[in-house]
Every structure is written in structure tokens, then in C-alpha cells.
């Protein structure tokens, strides 16, 4: 049930952390091919080079996933290689430190909400489009959205330090949930599932820059996670293991969150 024997998925945030680890996850699980989309060629090279499997089975796409015509062209690339598109994980995010909300800079959350909502918008758009319009209509297909312990309504045990100082990023997840909720009634009548993964601290690059901060070290868990925990849960949605999971926000975060 966990197999994605003959599918084809795309990976946006491919080159590190989450999106890296679910690309494996992805070809492990049999995939036909996997597209990375990331920034930087380069490190989609060393990122495609890490996953050891047949060139064949790997696209990399570099692209800003804010990019309207980008988002159209990666799922375009995708389809034209292997005739179809079965998966599409929207991952790509950002999480600068932006400050209280009174002191914020308007471009820094501008710059966060073009990423992390934008980037999310155009990657499910594109990819309903292409979904819908190949011969299955859509059928069997699966979209994962990444959103964050801080996209969820509660964070840690009855204290909420984890929302103060990071309105851009927890706004930004908090609307991946909300597009993932109307996306998933809209097409869900199609066969096409759209679901969420909610991950708590996970060991990526990201997480280098609040690893001592005060909402991480507050967690009433034992570690961080590790990106193939999130992974495996990317894994089930997107497979036939989670054939009955739609307009869902599956929350990893190794007990953290009350929600
Ligand atoms: P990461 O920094 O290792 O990976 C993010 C990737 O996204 C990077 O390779 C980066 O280059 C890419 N990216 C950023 N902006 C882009 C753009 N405009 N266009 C294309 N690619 C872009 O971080 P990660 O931890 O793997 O994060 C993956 C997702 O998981 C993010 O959406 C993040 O918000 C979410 N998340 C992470 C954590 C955590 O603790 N690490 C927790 C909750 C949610």
C-alpha cells in the first residue's frame, strides 16, 4: 500500500532537509521518477547525486517556486518527461526571523507569504491543472502541502512562545492549511486527494538558526525529529496507504502539540 510502483511525483524544496529525504522516500517506494525543484543547480546536482539511483528516474528543476511561470514550467518538464504526474509535494519554505509584529519589516513579510503561501498556491494549482487534464482525470492522484507546528492552533503545553515573534511564518502556514482545506473539497469529488503534514523541530538546515531558541527548547519532547520521519508520513498520504485521507493535517511532531 505504501508503494508509488510506476508514479511520478514532484518535490519542491528538493535539495535539502524534507523535501531531499522525501524524494528518497519516494524512490525507495518505487517511483518511476521524481522531480526536484530547488534555487541553485548546484546543490540540486549534489542533491540528485546523494539519491543514488538511475539518472532516469530524477529531473531537477532550478526554479523560485514564487515564480508563476516557474511553477507552470516545473510541472510542465515533469509531465513531458515520464507522461504523467501522479504526486506533487509542495515543501519549499523559508523561515527568516522576522520579528514581533509591531516591529516588522512589511518586505520581510511580504517576502515570507511570497514563499512559503505564493510558492504553495502556484505548485497546487499547476499541478491540479495537470492532474485534471491527463487521461485518468485526475484519479488516484495526491498533493501534499508542508505547513508547521506553527500552522496549527496550539503549539506546546499551555504555552504559546512558539507563535510569538514568527507571525509571518506561522500566517504562511496556517494559509497552506487553509488552501489545502479548500483544494481538497474541491477536487476531492475527482479522485484527487490534497492533504497537510504538520512537523515539529526536525533536524534540517532550517533548524539550525532556532535550535536554542526558547519555543524549541520548551517542547515537552525528548529530540528533534529527523527529516525521514516526516518523510514516511509524506509517504502515506501520498501513496494508496492513505487512499481514505483527504482535506487532513497529519501533525508529526513527536507528541509536542496539543492539537
Ligand atoms: P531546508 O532549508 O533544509 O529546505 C528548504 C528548501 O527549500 C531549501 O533547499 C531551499 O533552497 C528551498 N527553497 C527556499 N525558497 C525557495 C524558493 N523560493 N524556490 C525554490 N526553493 C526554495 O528546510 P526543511 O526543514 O527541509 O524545510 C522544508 C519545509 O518544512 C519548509 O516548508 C519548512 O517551513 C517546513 N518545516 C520545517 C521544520 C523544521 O523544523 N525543519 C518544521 C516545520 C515545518
Redesign the pocket.
Known amino acids: 500500500a505504501f508503494s508509488l510502483e510506476g508514479k511520478v511525483a514532484i518535490v519542491?524544496?528538493?535539495?535539502?532537509?524534507?523535501?531531499?529525504a522525501t524524494a528518497k522516500a519516494f524512490l525507495e517506494a518505487g517511483a518511476l521518477g521524481v522531480t526536484l525543484?530547488?534555487?541553485?543547480e548546484d546543490?540540486l546536482s549534489s542533491a540528485a547525486a546523494s539519491l543514488s539511483v538511475e539518472s532516469s528516474r530524477i529531473l531537477t528543476v532550478a526554479?523560485?517556486?514564487?515564480d508563476e511561470q516557474a511553477a507552470a514550467s516545473y510541472v510542465r518538464q515533469t509531465v513531458d518527461k515520464w507522461g504523467r504526474l501522479d504526486v506533487s509535494v509542495q515543501?519549499?519554505?523559508?523561515?527568516p526571523v522576522t520579528g514581533p509584529v509591531v516591529e516588522m519589516d512589511v518586505a520581510a513579510f511580504d517576502t515570507v507569504i511570497r514563499?512559503?503561501l505564493r510558492?504553495v498556491f502556484l505548485g497546487l494549482q499547476q499541478s491540479l491543472k495537470a492532474m485534471l487534464a491527463s487521461p485518468r482525470q485526475g484519479q488516484g492522484c495526491s498533493v501534499v502541502l508542508?505547513?508547521?507546528?506553527?500552522g496549527l492552533d496550539a503549539i506546546d503545553h499551555g504555552d504559546r512562545t512558539g507563535f510569538a515573534g514568527s507571525a509571518a511564518?506561522c500566517a504562511s502556514?496556517f494559509g497552506v492549511r487553509g488552501l489545502m482545506a479548500s483544494a481538497a473539497q474541491e477536487v476531492g469529488p475527482k479522485g484527487i486527494r490534497v492533504n497537510a503534514v504538520?512537523?515539529?523541530?526536525?533536524?534540517?538546515?532550517?533548524?539550525e538558526g532556532?535550535r536554542d531558541s526558547d519555543h524549541v527548547k520548551k517542547g515537552n519532547i525528548p529530540r528533534?525529529g529527523y527529516?525521514d520521519e516526516?518523510a514516511n508520513a509524506v509517504l502515506f498520504l501520498a501513496s494508496d496507504a492513505g487512499s481514505y485521507c483527504s482535506g487532513t493535517t497529519l501533525k508529526v511532531d513527536g507528541g509536542w502539540s496539543k492539537w
Open positions: 519542491t524544496g528538493g535539495a535539502s532537509g524534507i523535501g531531499l525543484v530547488d534555487l541553485k546543490s526554479a523560485d517556486v514564487s515543501c519549499a519554505g523559508i523561515s514563499v512559503n510558492g508542508i505547513s508547521s507546528q506553527l511564518y502556514k504538520a512537523p515539529g523541530p526536525i533536524e534540517t538546515p532550517m533548524l532556532f528533534a527529516a516526516i
